[in-house]
């Protein structure tokens, strides 16, 4: 699709399950919550760790 392109353009690869994840947040504009950041890194879409934030609110998701 088209974030699989862009990111081909850029000279970037990903596995194609990490793209489709990557798709579905980024169409629906949501953050990705994942412990595998650097999986999505560079595709233009919010990501959070919830194993590295501080406890809290750090993107207003409480």
Known sequence: GELRGRLQARGV???S???LIAATAEVHQLT???RNVRHFE???ISLLNPFREP????NGLR
């Open 13 to 15: 690869t990903r596995e």
């Open 17 to 19: 399950a990490d793209t």
């Open 32 to 34: 990705l919550v994942t």
């Open 42 to 44: 560079g595709c233009g």
């Open 55 to 58: 406890a809290g609110d750090p």
